[in-house]
């Protein structure tokens, strides 16, 4: 593609899996392709593979800053975070077709030396809301972080998440848990090869995923209706208060 190589950007084929174990077992897969992008260096698509991946920064974090990086720098000032120009690198879904939906994007941020000072995961529900937690993972690429966030309409918002973040290479391998005094409700994972972000590779996942974020907001919706079905009871959704530099 023009204007980026094969370590500024990469596409991830992955299965996107969902266990939940109380109060009714119920699990799902769900097929799905990601990018991975240098934020300072977005991929640049011929132009007519531009319908099938854009990045905007209204999908993200205010949704009025510059980019997609000055975005996320302001997030992180308002926490007393500077990478002093660091490099970032983003996991999430770009737009398709003009439509997206990223239940989560993360951002690995390093400093200028290259090492890792943090990581971001940026949360969407489907009721258009954002939250970021600022997470400080050990040198097992593990971080917690009390959960602060409506997302899923059976669970309240309690608990503490327990997430395994390592920056994705050959492999994305990513997993968020839901921890509560109970036990472990509810565990995410993404597993998928890394397939360098051609032209080619763009247009293969576009030919066997069409309209790949839609379709994760629709299966989040389907599933939430069967659990619904099965008497799963609906949780009452907070009163959301934006943060600092996330969507008001």
Excluded at 6 to 28: G, M, S
Excluded at 33 to 45: E, R
Aim: with cysteine; charged share 20%.
């Amino acid at each position: 593609m023009t204007g980026t190589t094969a370590r500024d950007a990469a596409l991830y084929e992955c299965v996107v899996a969902h266990v939940r174990t109380t109060p009714l077992h119920h699990a799902f897969r769900h097929r799905t392709y990601l990018w991975c992008v240098d934020l300072d260096h977005l991929p640049v698509l011929p132009a007519l593979l531009r319908p099938l991946a854009s990045f905007d920064a209204r999908d993200h974090f205010t949704g009025r800053a510059a980019s997609i990086r000055a975005g996320l720098d302001t997030f992180l000032a308002s926490r007393g975070v500077d990478l002093g120009g660091g490099r970032v690198v983003m996991l999430a879904h770009a737009r398709v077709f003009g439509y997206v939906f990223n239940p989560l994007s993360v951002y690995w941020c390093h400093d200028p030396s290259g090492a890792l000072v943090c990581v971001v995961a940026e949360v969407h529900n489907t009721y258009g809301q954002r939250h970021c937690y600022l997470l400080y993972p050990d040198g097992e690429a593990r971080a917690e972080a009390d959960k602060a966030f409506y997302v899923s309409p059976f669970f309240p918002v309690e608990g503490r998440y327990r997430m395994r973040l390592p920056l994705p290479d050959e492999r994305l391998n990513v997993t968020v848990s839901l921890q509560i005094a109970d036990g472990r409700p509810f565990t995410a994972t993404l597993r998928g090869p890394r397939r360098p972000a051609t032209a080619c590779a763009l247009l293969a996942c576009a030919l066997r995923r069409p309209w790949s974020t839609a379709a994760v907001w629709a299966g989040i919706r389907r599933h939430g209706m069967r659990l619904w079905l099965r008497g799963l009871p609906v949780q009452p959704r907070p009163r959301h208060f934006s943060q600092k530099g996330m969507l008001p």
